[in-house]
């Protein structure tokens, strides 16, 4: 399994709390090696009850939470584009959403900061 | 998905759309599937892209690009979005040919068969050349682009003709009507431009566009007797030639393919006796 979302989430909140990985495990109750595996996305995202503990003591903030829960439930995110959300109080899981299912035509890849731009004006394009 | 496939559900999706006339509105095809397209200033790369909204998709083109060619890329994008088909964007810059995935494929066949509907398409071009004259003609009141409208003309040809795209002096894609098909002739992909073709010549410097006619031979094997017209015209900025060849003698393309005929027969009189059911090599006597 390579790089996910969703670990690369868990260790970008982990870290801005200044935790080693053992500071989360112990606090936790979860081996450190298993946090590890799954930041690294060599694991799937924990089952929910394990996942609630991590929560608790990551302490994100509501939008934190609705992207890493966004993250839990949702495959194929770019890891990149996900972190860019994380930090973008204004791109929701929705936005996220809009912005994974991207189809492009032509080589060009534009940067997360600008796919977020273009899935809010998609938003706003739509609904108005 | 096949191309056949895909072209079979283009032709459903524009008879259920109820499309009866050129240029095709292409806002009937997206409010049938709900959707909007919007115009943004997009790198030269970009052609656009869709994204899946709570309320349908909207697409997005390239403002900068020409409006033929964001044409085609709506109906493109309209593809990806009816056939199901994820995008596949990693063979190379947009307007090459080269290696191109069969997503893609079905998607522009599904395109054309949106933006230039086939019946609409074969009226306006009956009783017309198969040359650029034409295509230029078609691609005003289409309002497609050149290579679309070209390769259009090519695949619903009556008459045994192709539409080839060239880059850097050979042979990528090859688009031929079903007479074409029909005499197995085919060109393959990297085939060089020959030498006597208006093609290669364009390419060296001659002019932007150009016609010749000659022996069938020069891009068809065995076809020395089958007089082939070509209409060429260069794109020196992607060094691209496009190439409209139409063979001009159906009677003897015709010849090609027909059985031997009795006097043919004759002419090999001494080659072969006819059987007679008697067993030449020696008799069924054992040997020891």
């Given at each position: 399994m390579g790089e996910s979302a969703y670990g690369v989430v868990m260790r970008s909140l982990r870290e801005r709390r200044e935790l080693s990985l053992r500071d989360l495990g112990a606090l936790a109750e979860i081996d450190y090696a298993y946090i590890s595996k799954i930041e690294r996305g060599e694991k799937e995202p924990p089952p929910e009850e394990t996942f609630g503990r991590l929560v608790r003591h990551l302490k994100p903030s509501a939008h934190e939470l609705a992207v890493l829960k966004f993250l839990y439930t949702t495959a194929n995110v770019d890891p990149a584009l996900a972190l860019h959300a994380l930090n973008d109080p204004d791109a929701s899981p929705e936005i996220l959403m809009i912005a994974t299912s991207v189809v492009h035509r032509g080589t060009g890849r534009p940067a997360p900061a600008e796919l977020i731009e273009r899935a809010k004006r998609a938003k706003r394009i739509m609904e108005g | 998905m096949t191309e056949f496939e895909a072209e079979l559900k283009a032709r459903r999706f524009v008879q259920e759309t109820g499309v009866t006339k050129v240029p095709v509105d292409l806002s009937r095809y997206l409010e049938r599937i709900s959707s909007k397209v919007s115009l943004d200033d997009l790198s030269?790369?970009?052609?656009g892209y869709t994204m899946a909204t709570s309320k349908g998709a909207l697409i997005t083109l390239?403002?900068?690009?020409r409006a033929a060619r964001r044409r085609f890329t709506l109906c493109h994008e309209i593809a990806h979005l009816v056939l199901g088909l994820p995008s596949d964007h990693?063979?190379?810059?947009?307007w090459s040919y080269a290696k191109r995935p069969l997503n893609e494929v079905c998607c522009d066949v599904f395109a054309a068969e949106l933006l230039l509907p086939v019946n609409l398409f074969t009226d306006m071009a009956k009783?017309?050349?198969?040359?650029f004259d034409t295509v230029d003609y078609l691609r005003v009141e289409i309002f497609a682009s050149r290579e679309a409208t070209a390769s259009r003309l090519a695949a619903t040809s009556k008459l045994a003709s192709a539409y080839l795209l060239s880059e850097g002096g050979k042979v990528l894609h090859l688009v031929r009507s079903p007479p074409l098909r029909d005499a197995k002739a085919w060109i393959p992909r990297g085939t060089p431009l020959p030498a006597g073709s208006a093609a290669y010549a364009l390419r060296a410097g001659e002019s932007r566009s150009g016609t010749r006619t000659y022996s069938g031979d020069l891009w068809f094997d065995g076809w020395q007797d089958v007089e082939v017209a070509e209409s060429s015209v260069y794109i020196p900025d992607y060094d691209q030639t496009l190439t409209l060849l139409c063979c001009t003698d159906q009677d003897e393309l015709d010849a090609l393919s027909r059985p031997m005929t009795t006097e043919h027969a004759k002419d090999d009189d001494g080659l072969l006796k006819p059987l007679d059911?008697?067993?030449?090599?020696?008799?069924?006597r054992k040997r020891r």
């Open positions: - | 030269p790369n970009e052609a390239n403002a900068l690009d990693s063979h190379g810059p947009e009783g017309r050349s198969i040359d059911g008697q067993l030449k090599w020696p008799g069924t």
